[in-house]
């Protein structure tokens, strides 16, 4: 199993451009989330999903759009970047019935808005 | 509102110490409590957790005790290892959301530790 994948690795946007990071899971898991890590910040909920069709916002979800079409594919949009959005981006996934709080975090995205 | 403190921000432990990182949480409805590790350039993953009807819980050289009256709980490193040098961070689950089962996490601000040879 590769587990949680993320792509690009990293990535340099100027404001006002749009962009989509990808994430998937191969785990079956049914809930995916995604973070987004600031320094001194820990890690922030923006969007999550409890299943295919299914979405709702987390702490920080402004400037950013989800869907879920899939089970395995949980991509994260920018609308217009911003500065602010200057980050490091964490996709998760847990599933129904597993221990709770325990997700399991693919390797990042670095973005970098200019 | 920051519903989940970590301290300290940085600690540096000589080999073979004890690394102890504290949380304190506000929320009574949060009922499980774990700790995540992650070493640069890499996501955080599970190291340890704890439920609040139980005051401790040991895997190995970490250890979590966890005060349900003060809202507190704390991560415990025995024998500190170099390997063990990582950011740490607690965080506290809160019920889940409807009945989906999902539980959302709420991490502190993370605890980054060096562990020197």
């Known amino acids: 199993n590769a587990g949680v994948t993320q792509t690009p690795k990293f990535q340099v946007l100027k404001t006002g451009q749009s962009m989509t990071l990808q994430c998937a899971q191969d785990?079956?898991?049914?809930?995916m989330s995604w973070y987004r890590q600031d320094p001194g910040m820990g890690l922030r909920l923006i969007h999550y999903?409890?299943?295919?069709?299914?979405?709702d916002q987390g702490e920080v979800p402004n400037g950013y759009n989800v869907s879920r079409s899939t089970t395995e594919d949980f991509p994260l949009r920018l609308l217009s970047a911003a500065p602010s959005q200057t980050s490091v981006y964490f996709c998760a996934s847990s599933y129904r019935g597993g221990p709770t709080g325990e997700q399991f975090f693919g390797p990042g995205t670095r973005l970098t808005v200019l | 509102q920051q519903q989940v403190k970590q301290s300290p921000q940085s600690l540096i432990v000589q080999k073979g110490g004890i690394s102890i990182i504290n949380c304190a949480y506000e929320n009574t409805a949060f009922d499980y409590f774990p700790w995540y590790q992650q070493f640069p350039g890499k996501g955080p993953a599970l190291l340890i957790a704890i439920r609040p009807d139980v005051s401790e819980k040991k895997e190995g050289r970490f250890t979590i005790s966890f005060n349900k009256s003060a809202k507190q709980f704390s991560l415990h490193i025995m024998d500190s290892q170099p390997g063990d040098s990582a950011t740490y961070f607690c965080?506290?689950?809160?019920?889940?959301?409807?009945?989906?089962?999902?539980?959302?996490?709420?991490f502190g601000k993370g605890t980054m530790l060096l562990v020197s040879p």
């Open positions: 999903s409890v299943g295919a069709g299914i979405t």
């Open positions: 785990m079956n898991h049914e809930y």
């Open positions: 965080a506290a689950s809160s019920p889940p959301w409807r009945n989906s089962g999902y539980s959302t996490l709420t």
